[in-house]
């Protein structure tokens, strides 16, 4: 199967882009932005025994990279359904 | 049971599993050899790419290395978890649909050129080969401690293993041998964590326990680990930046990207049937691995703190010399741990001034591997991690060696020199490139002084800066072509090589790269091992540059392009 017109196409792609810069801008946030470049902020904050920010570096980022990756996957499958591209 | 005794059994039963596996999944067609014809199930690749990625590096030094570096030891657990979700968002599903063997050959069809091809395997064989030098340490590290051999021989039987299933089995030996490696790593490192976090927070789970209090108290065990290294003089664990905040950006971002750039882990979304299974591989193979990583910083951080409790047990009360603990003389035997007792009192002194303290040596890398035995746990998880970090560097070192094996033999061969070649000729070739890799890593794994640590992070920056940038243009950009391509990467590997021969010599000395001060004169602080992130982006600027003044590609490239971002379709690698 493919696109039914060239116009499905570059709008699937689009749509596809925009998800992922979406994700990608989650992606930087959590890891880079609390991690890395807002710790000290975070780490005023205290979670248990954990600060914040050295949570996220050595937690949080992981546990969201994940959920990231497979809602990622949901996403992508639900648009290949609305453009039609999801059979084989 | 001995110690020695149990350890020789359970390596031995998991090697027979792993051979017996090898074995019973012969490969026999070409494709089956590199890709397992496409037939293996998500989840089931999760595994096998979970094990093929997780080395000697993450099993046994990370854990270590963040033990002693605090909160600047993250930028190896975002660095190397993050790169996943640039793997699942910008090159699995297409690199999927493109549907080849290899890396190389992508590289080759989307930029028209041989050239750039033979300058893809190039870099491709520096990164793996530079990666599999450090696992064939790992291994013979790991065989001499517990087998109680020579580091050269542990080294001759770790690559008598390697050379039997990974040439023999090929990937699909290497994907279901894989599956129970994970299972074996994962077990061996979870196992003495849970039993560590147990015995110090009362709480069973790591991730937990690292942010409980201290059994029987009200301190939490980060505060009060937080306090005992300040009070030696080290720096506080949980805000301990690694150089500089610019540093700590471009490492994680350099083994982000350099994780999105392996071949090895790449061509293992080849092997999955569809371009929906290759996404949600990626999401299986996180979930697999971050176990590991999100136990490892409790592991860190209790080893810290066993380690201190069990020279200092009472704050200004140290421990006599004499009545160290076993595990301490079996790593002082080893040279990996030295003490020299600078006042004369008899008794050790861990301090963070050079001047006074007295464990002269606490090499990283022994912390996973002594952790158990420091925390006095039974000898058969003793035995059980011992086991496990050999499954992590076999496993490695095996995936490295396909990626290796079908650069040579299918690009350079079959793609480039010898077209014509037989299918049976071509798998032959593959198994002498294999051989010959395993021999040449060996070789080298005999001779440097030290690779393992700094040897790594290098495989990292090298296929952050080479592949990954050519791979996302190739996808990404219509108007990337092949001048622009073969600039990129050429300046980007070159940029790389050089900053890091120049600050750490052509034979890197390893064991002290991961705690060596920073030095004034590198680039902005960036120290050499994070600079694959600015190989990257020279990498980036290059090709665009290049590719704005020379034509653009032509039509055939450009619905290759359009082929690839389409998710049906999938033809290629579902076997013959």
Request: glycine residues 10%; proline residues 3%; neutral net charge.
């Amino acid at each position: 199967m493919a696109f039914k017109s060239e116009a499905d196409a570059q709008a699937y792609w689009k749509e596809n882009v925009g998800i992922m810069l979406k994700l990608l801008v989650v992606w930087f946030v959590v890891s880079f932005g609390c991690g890395i470049l807002l710790v000290d902020v975070l780490n005023n904050i205290q979670v248990g025994g954990y600060k914040l920010g050295f949570w996220f570096a050595q937690q949080g980022a992981i546990y969201s990279f994940v959920i990231l990756t497979f809602y990622y996957a949901r996403r992508m499958g639900k648009l290949d359904s609305k453009y039609g591209v999801d059979g084989e | 049971m001995e110690l020695q005794t149990l350890t020789y059994i359970v390596v031995g039963l998991t090697f027979a599993l792993y051979m017996g596996i090898a074995v019973w999944a012969r490969a026999g067609s070409t494709k089956e050899f590199y890709v397992a014809g496409g037939g293996i199930h998500p989840v089931a690749n999760g595994m096998a790419t979970a094990a093929d990625w997780m080395s000697a590096a993450s099993f046994i030094s990370m854990a270590g290395l963040i033990a002693f570096m605090g909160y600047g030891g993250s930028v190896f657990l975002m660095g190397w978890t993050g790169g996943f979700v640039l793997l699942a968002m910008l090159l699995a599903p297409y690199l999927r649909k493109y549907g080849k063997f290899t890396v190389p050959e992508f590289i080759g069809e989307r930029f028209y050129s041989r050239t750039a091809r033979i300058v893809a395997v190039v870099c491709l064989i520096i990164c793996s080969v530079t990666y599999v030098i450090g696992q064939m340490k790992g291994i013979g590290v790991a065989f001499s401690r517990f087998l109680e051999v020579s580091y050269e021989i542990g080294l001759l039987i770790g690559m008598a293993i390697v050379f039997f299933y990974a040439v023999l089995g090929g990937m699909k030996g290497i994907t279901y041998t894989q599956i129970a490696q994970f299972c074996v790593l994962i077990l061996a490192y979870t196992i003495p964590a849970i039993f560590i976090s147990f015995n110090l927070t009362g709480n069973p789970l790591p991730q937990l326990g690292l942010g409980s209090t201290m059994a029987g108290t009200d301190v939490y065990l980060l505060d009060r680990l937080d306090q005992v290294v300040t009070e030696l003089g080290f720096a506080e664990y949980s805000t301990d930046v690694r150089g500089s905040t610019l540093n700590m950006f471009v490492y994680t971002l350099s083994l982000m990207i350099g994780t999105a750039g392996l071949p090895h882990v790449i061509i293992r979304f080849f092997t999955v049937p569809t371009v929906k299974d290759a996404r949600a591989s990626a999401g299986w193979a996180l979930v697999f691995i971050s176990i590991l990583y999100t136990t490892a910083p409790a592991v860190a951080g209790m080893a810290r703190l066993n380690l201190i409790n069990t020279i200092e047990p009472v704050a200004g009360e140290h421990l006599v010399y004499d009545e160290r603990p076993q595990w301490f003389k079996n790593w002082e035997t080893t040279g990996l741990l030295k003490f020299e007792d600078k006042n004369g009192d008899g008794r050790i002194q861990y301090v963070a001034d050079k001047t006074t303290n007295e464990m002269v040596k606490v090499d990283q890398d022994i912390m996973v591997l002594a952790n158990p035995e420091i925390a006095k746990l039974p000898n058969w998880v003793i035995a059980l991690v011992a086991a496990g970090g050999l499954a992590a560097a076999l496993s490695t070192a095996a995936g490295l060696l396909l990626a290796i094996a079908s650069a040579i033999s299918h690009d350079l061969l079959k793609g480039v020199f010898m077209p014509d070649i037989s299918e049976k000729n071509e798998l032959m070739a593959s198994r002498v490139a294999m051989a010959g890799a395993i021999a040449g890593a060996g070789y080298l794994g005999f001779n440097p002084p030290d690779f393992a640590a700094g040897t790594v992070a290098l495989a990292f920056g090298l296929a952050a800066s080479s592949i990954f940038p050519a791979l996302m243009m190739g996808i990404f950009s219509k108007r990337i072509n092949k001048e622009g391509a073969i600039a990129g990467m050429i300046a980007g590997i070159s940029v790389t090589l050089l900053y890091v021969f120049q600050h750490k010599g052509i034979m890197f000395v390893a064991d002290t790269a991961f705690l060596g001060s920073l030095d004034a004169n590198w680039f902005f602080g960036i120290e050499p091992n994070a600079f694959g992130a600015i190989g990257a982006a020279m990498n980036f600027a290059v090709a665009y540059g290049v590719s704005r003044v020379t034509q653009a590609p032509p039509q055939a490239v450009q619905d290759l392009v359009e082929y690839i971002r389409v998710p049906t379709g999938v033809e290629g690698a579902q076997g013959h």
